[in-house]
C-alpha cells in the first residue's frame, strides 16, 4: 500500500478538508491503523484533526500530529535554511509511519505564512516523505477556462518537481460550469481529475461560529438550532411586509434590537416554512422584553435568537469575512463534505490508486531515513580510529543521539574528551581508547605478528604499527571487540584499507575487494562501482565487481538491475574494452543466472528509457538499470564526480565490499553526514554477522 498520502494545494481557500476527509474515508476503509500528519500548524489543537480523531475514533497522540507551528518554522527557516527545516519535518513525520499502516499528510495552508514558495516546500516535503500527493485547486468566482488552466498548471507544477501525482482535485467551481470543465479536463491530464462543484453549506458558517465569533449572548436556541449553517445574511431596516419579501432559505437575520417586529414577523415566516431561516443576531445589546421572548420561542422553538452590543454596519463587516470550518463540532457539514466528496469522485478508482504499490522512487534523505531506521534495528559497534577529528565527533553525538549504534573512538581520551567538551558535544557512553596505552596492545601486537610474519614481522615491530589508529581499530573489528570500522576524514585511502587487506582479509567466495557508490539523485537511488579501489579490472574481476554490487544494491533496499557499461551498446562495437566487458557479462549470468544484468551497454540506454527503446528495445535492463558497473577506475571515479557535481547528487561512499567484516573509508572532505550515513552502512553490513562485538 501507499505509504502516504499527502493532500496539498497552490493557494488559500481551495476547501481541500473536504478532500482531506473523502480521502481519510477511503483510508480508513482499508486498513485499521490510519495516522495523521500536519507538517505546519498555525494552532493547537487543529481543527481538522480534532473532526478526523472524533469521526474515525483515532488513538494516535496529538504530540505526534504536528511538526512545527509556522512560528518556528519561519525562525528555523531563517536561521538555519530550508534543507534543516525539511529535516525535522521528516524525522516528525517518520516517527508516525513506525506506528501506522498509512499515513495522511495535511499540507500547509497558504494563509498568512510568510513560507516563500509555499508550493515547493509542499512539495519538497512529499518527495522527503515518500507521499502521493493530491492536489487540491480552488476554483470558486472563476470561470470555466481559467479554472482549466489552472489546474492544469497545478498539475505541471507538482509533477515537474517530481511529485507522484495521484490524482488532481479542482473544488468549489460553480455549479453550472462543473460538467464543461470536467469534460475539458479529462483529455488534458495524464492522471484523473475529480472536478467537484461548490456547496454553500460547507463554507456558510454555523450559528455556532457565528456566536463565537460576535462574541454573542445566546437567548434563545438549542444545541440543534445553533448547529444550523447560516447560509446568508439579511439586514433587516425595512418595514416588515417589505422585510419579509427579502428573506431567503438559511438565511440569518441581523437587526437592531429594538424591531421586535422584525423578530417575530422573521419567527413566524420560518415557522411557516417562507423561508426556514438560521438565527436571528440582534445589535446594540438591545433585548425585547419577556413577552415578546415567550411568543418569538412558541413561534420558532429552538430557532437561535443571538444579542451583540455592537452597532449593526460594524457586526455586519465582522460576518462578512466569517467562513465556515469543518471541525468536530460539525458533525452535519462532514456527512455533507462526504456526500459531495463520494458523489463527484470516483472512489472506487481513487482508494485503487491510494492501494496501488508505491513506485521505486528514493529521494537523498529518505535513503539516509532507511539507512538510520536499517542500522537501529539491530545496534553494533563501529570502531572510529579518527576520534580527535572535529567532523567525526560531531558525526558521534548525531550517531549517539540516535540510537544507530554503539561507538568506539580512538584516540588520547583525554584529548577527545577535551575536544568534545569544546565543541559542546555531549559523548555519552562512548567508549574512548588510547591504542598507545592499551592493554590491548600487547595482544594485538602478536596477533599481527602471526599474520605477518612471512613477511618478516617480529613481535617488537607489529608493537609499534599496532599503534597506529587504523591498524588498532582493524584489529578491534577482526577480533570481535567491534564489529566495523570507518576511517579516512584525515587519513588517505590506502591508510585506511591497507590494514583491512592484510588483517581482515577477503570472503572466500571473493576475488578481490572492491567498493561502490550510492549515487543519491532526485528522485532515486543508483550503484556505481567500482569507482575506488581497482584500477583496471579484467573480465574475472570486472564479474566479481558486479555480483558483489548488486549483492550490495540489494542489501540497502535497492532492487539490483546491472548495467555493464561501455562506449557501446549491444553489437555495435567491438575492441578490447568492449570484448572485455562482454565477457564479463557472460561470466556474470553463468553464475549468476537470477540476476537482471545487460552489457555492454552505454550509460544513457542504462538510464534512459526513452534510449533504451531505441537501443535495446527487449531489455529488461535498458533504461531502469539501478547497478552501474564501469570498466576501469578511470571512467568510474570520473563519473561519480561529474554527476555529484554536475546534478548535484549525493555520493555516499565508498562502500567496500568482498572483505569477511566491514571497514569503511571516507572521503577526506567528508561532511558531518556523509560520515553518519557511512557509519550507518558500515553497522548494517555487520548485522549479517551472527554475534555483536562485546562491550568493553
Known amino acids: 500500500m501507499t505509504r502516504s498520502v499527502y493532500v496539498t494545494g497552490i493557494d488559500r481557500g481551495d476547501g481541500r478538508q473536504v478532500v482531506e476527509l473523502g480521502v481519510m474515508e477511503l483510508l480508513t476503509r482499508q486498513v485499521d491503523r490510519v495516522g495523521v500528519f500536519r507538517p505546519l500548524v498555525h494552532d493547537r489543537p487543529d481543527r481538522l484533526y480534532e473532526l478526523l480523531r472524533a469521526r474515525y475514533r483515532l488513538s494516535q497522540d496529538p504530540a505526534t500530529v504536528y511538526g512545527l507551528d509556522y512560528h518556528e518554522a519561519s525562525a528555523l527557516l531563517a536561521e538555519r535554511g530550508t534543507d534543516e527545516l525539511v529535516s525535522v519535518l521528516v524525522d516528525r513525520f517518520h516517527a508516525v509511519t513506525r506506528d501506522y499502516d498509512v499515513v495522511l499528510v495535511l499540507g500547509t495552508d497558504f ?271 563501529v570502531v572510529l580510529p579518527e576520534g580527535t577529528e572535529e567532523r567525526v565527533l560531531h558525526a558521534a553525538e548525531v550517531l549517539l543521539r540516535r540510537g544507530v549504534c554503539e561507538l568506539t573512538l580512538l584516540g588520547p581520551a583525554e584529548q577527545i574528551r577535551k575536544k568534545a567538551a569544546d565543541l559542546g558535544i555531549d559523548l555519552g557512553d562512548c567508549q574512548l581508547i588510547d591504542p598507545a596505552t592499551s592493554e590491548l596492545r600487547d595482544g594485538f601486537a602478536e596477533k599481527y605478528a602471526a599474520l605477518r610474519a612471512h613477511r618478516g614481522v617480529t613481535v617488537e615491530l607489529a608493537y609499534d604499527v599496532v599503534s597506529d589508529v587504523n591498524y588498532f581499530g582493524t584489529l578491534m573489528v577482526q577480533e570481535g571487540l567491534a564489529d566495523g570500522m570507518v576511517s579516512g576524514s584525515v587519513h588517505s585511502t590506502a591508510a585506511t584499507i591497507r590494514p583491512a587487506f592484510e588483517i581482515i582479509k577477503t570472503k572466500p567466495d571473493t576475488a578481490i575487494v572492491s567498493s561502490v557508490f550510492f549515487m543519491c539523485l532526485a528522485d532515486r537511488v543508483l550503484v556505481y562501482g567500482d569507482c575506488a579501489v581497482n584500477p583496471d579490472p579484467d573480465a574475472e574481476q570486472l564479474a566479481d565487481i558486479a555480483v558483489q554490487s548488486a549483492a550490495t544494491a540489494a542489501r540497502f533496499g535497492v532492487e539490483p538491475r546491472i548495467a555493464m557499461l561501455s562506449y557501446s551498446t549491444g553489437t555495435s562495437g567491438s575492441g578490447a574494452d568492449v570484448d572485455k566487458v562482454r565477457e564479463a557479462t557472460e561470466l556474470v549470468r553463468a553464475r549468476r543466472p537470477d540476476l537482471k544484468i545487460e552489457g555492454p551497454i552505454q550509460y544513457d540506454a542504462a538510464v534512459e528509457p526513452t534510449v533504451a527503446a531505441t537501443k535495446l528495445p527487449e531489455s529488461e535492463v535498458a533504461g531502469q538499470a539501478t547497478v552501474l558497473i564501469f570498466p576501469d577506475l578511470n571512467t568510474g571515479n570520473n563519473t561519480y564526480k561529474a554527476v555529484q557535481r554536475s546534478a548535484g547528487a549525493i555520493a555516499v561512499g565508498p562502500v567496500l565490499q568482498g572483505l569477511r567484516k566491514p571497514v569503511n573509508d571516507l572521503s577526506r572532505g567528508a561532511l558531518v553526514q556523509d560520515i553518519v550515513n557511512t557509519v550507518a552502512i558500515t553497522a548494517i553490513q555487520a548485522q549479517s554477522s551472527d554475534q555483536k562485538a562485546p562491550q568493553q
Open 111 to 381: 494563509a498568512h505564512t510568510q513560507l516563500p514558495d509555499e508550493l515547493a516546500l509542499n512539495a519538497r516535503l512529499a518527495n522527503e516523505f515518500g507521499a502521493s500527493v493530491i492536489p487540491v485547486v480552488g476554483g470558486r468566482g472563476q470561470t470555466a477556462e481559467s479554472v482549466r488552466a489552472e489546474t492544469r498548471n497545478a498539475f505541471r507544477a507538482y509533477d515537474t518537481l517530481g511529485c507522484d501525482v495521484l490524482a488532481m482535485i479542482t473544488n468549489r467551481v460553480a455549479r453550472e460550469d462543473r460538467d464543461l470543465i470536467a469534460e475539458r479536463l479529462a483529455s488534458r491530464l495524464p492522471v484523473p481529475c475529480y472536478v467537484v462543484p461548490d456547496e454553500p453549506a460547507l463554507s456558510a458558517p454555523t450559528v455556532s461560529q457565528v456566536s463565537q465569533a460576535l462574541g454573542a449572548r445566546i437567548v434563545l436556541g438549542d444545541d440543534s438550532g445553533l448547529a444550523r449553517d447560516a447560509l446568508g445574511f439579511v439586514f433587516g431596516g425595512a418595514m416588515l411586509p417589505n422585510f419579509l419579501a427579502a428573506l431567503t432559505p438559511g438565511c440569518m437575520v441581523l437587526t437592531p434590537g429594538d424591531r421586535a417586529d422584525l423578530l417575530i414577523g422573521t419567527l413566524a415566516a420560518h415557522s411557516a416554512g417562507t423561508p426556514p431561516i438560521a438565527g436571528v443576531v440582534l445589535t446594540l445589546d438591545e433585548v425585547p422584553g419577556d413577552e415578546v421572548l415567550t411568543l418569538a420561542e412558541r413561534l420558532a422553538p429552538g430557532t437561535p435568537v443571538l444579542s451583540v452590543p455592537g452597532l449593526s454596519f460594524p457586526t455586519a463587516e465582522q460576518l462578512f469575512s466569517l467562513e465556515g470550518k469543518l471541525n468536530a463540532a460539525t458533525p452535519r457539514k462532514a456527512e455533507t463534505a462526504l456526500g459531495l466528496f463520494e458523489r463527484y469522485v470516483d472512489t472506487t478508482d481513487l482508494l485503487g490508486r491510494v492501494s496501488a504499490p508505491s513506485n521505486d522512487r528514493v529521494t537523498p534523505m529518505m535513503f539516509e531515513h532507511q539507512l538510520l531506521e536499517q542500522a537501529r534495528s539491530s545496534l553494533r559497534r
